[in-house]
């Protein structure tokens, strides 16, 4: 069944289904952050959409954690909820300097991303926030990519080509990718977490110069493009 019942517009069912996935993931631990830290995450970037007025919701949406954030990661959160055109470098090394560390910086980044591309849908289709999971038990893996390194980025990186290593072929299919999309390939199933939903929203990225392709019923490349441009361009972003 989808998690769209209450919506008075029909849904896509890979939509429904990848944004399902997408919240039940968060009862697991990360490779970084525990099922309750990464939770945490999550609700204090939804919390800071409703706080900011850009996200209608209810206390029934937060469900309750014992973890704490330090006040520099919950700086950092809100800005990439609600304003990621200001985060800076500055804003990252204040985070670091409590102890966070560039992979749990980029698993953040992840979680928040996703959740509030989740919110921002529901907002659009005039239904509630969609009930965030209680956590879950177990450890995160903290498994560190052998191959990633110091590029132009903030954080290290997968880099293309045979310095990838295998890994590398696997996440970006063995075409050299932007940092628009290596961007979180410390933490390799973050990455494939944001694919998973990029591909579902815009197109399969092995489809992105087949200029004729028309991945959603309504919409075509073009239209498509106009769309992103547009949103993009109303967000200030940096791409």
Known sequence: MSIY???DYPVADFISEVHERQLENLEQPGTWGTSAQRIAVVAKARQSGIDA???????????????E???NVQRMIELLAVSPKDFTETDFEEAKSEGLSDEEYTEIVG????????DVFARALGVKLRPLP???????TRQRPETAVQELAFVPTIPNGAAGGELGREL??????PYIIRSLSLVPDEMRRHLEMEQVYYLPL????????????????????????????INECFY
Do not use: M
């Open 69 to 71: 954030l330090s006040k």
């Open 172 to 177: 970006y299919g063995g075409v050299p990718k």
């Open 5 to 7: 019942t209450d919506c």
């Open 134 to 140: 209680e956590p879950g038990s177990g450890s995160p």
């Open 53 to 67: 007025g850009v996200l209608e919701g209810a206390d029934d949406n937060l469900p309750g954690t014992e973890f």
């Open 111 to 118: 979680l928040v991303s996703r959740l509030v591309s989740i």
């Open 206 to 233: 092995k489809r992105i110069i087949d200029y004729d392709y028309q991945h959603h019923e309504g919409l075509n490349r073009v239209q498509v493009e106009v769309v992103a441009g547009r949103i993009s361009a």
